[in-house]
């Protein structure tokens, strides 16, 4: 599970199963087979640039959690921080923070989200909690006592940082209680200068 693409799809699977096929576009114009090849080429160069993408991103998450091989655990852990994230911030947010992070690294954001009204998380116990739910088989091993839960979390939270922009960042940090807010920064006094 490690490598993002052997979560999603091989662009050589993609490109066999299709590949015989004429295809019928939304301009309503059947192309011929020499003009597949050539979109579903550019469709692999793609494809195969998402992957490397989501693969640093992924990797990124393993050395900031001090396991830089470990990339099945970093999938978990940074898989349940997002999805807890999904549950702390509005969705409007949630597509604002996605939209400058990797492909695939979105799809592992928006996994099984259900855009239902609920009760948004507002204290750090029932974001650690919410976080060991996402995997519960695992919880014990990825996220073990409030410590090292917040210690992933923070880890998570710097790659996000190394990824987004700083204007992004406040938006999402203006959106949490003060609780919260300090899993995402390091200083719990940044954030309270800024805070009007």
């Known amino acids: 599970m490690g490598c993002i693409s052997n979560l999603i799809l091989d662009s050589s699977i993609i490109r066999n199963v299709w ?13 011929t087979p020499l003009e597949v090849e050539i979109r579903f080429k550019i469709f692999e160069m793609k494809f195969d640039q998402f992957v490397e993408k989501g693969n640093e991103f992924l990797k990124e998450v393993a050395m900031e959690l001090g396991m830089p091989d470990d990339t099945d655990q970093a999938y978990r852990v940074m898989s349940s921080v997002f999805h807890t994230v999904r549950e702390t911030i509005s969705a409007e947010e949630s597509l604002h923070l996605i939209s400058q992070l990797p492909m695939f690294i979105k799809a592992v954001y928006v996994n099984s989200w259900h855009l239902n009204p609920k009760n948004k998380i507002r204290s750090r116990a029932e974001f650690f909690d919410c976080l060991r739910k996402q995997n519960p088989r695992t919880a014990t091993q990825d996220f073990g006592n409030d410590e090292i839960a917040r210690a992933k979390t923070q880890a998570v939270f710097k790659v996000i940082k190394n990824h987004v922009a700083t204007g992004e960042i406040q938006d999402i940090l203006d959106q949490l209680p003060m609780e919260l807010a300090e899993l995402w920064i390091t200083q719990t006094q940044e954030y309270a200068d800024r805070k009007p």
């Open 19 to 31: 590949k015989p096929v004429t295809c019928l576009f939304d301009t309503g114009k059947i192309i």
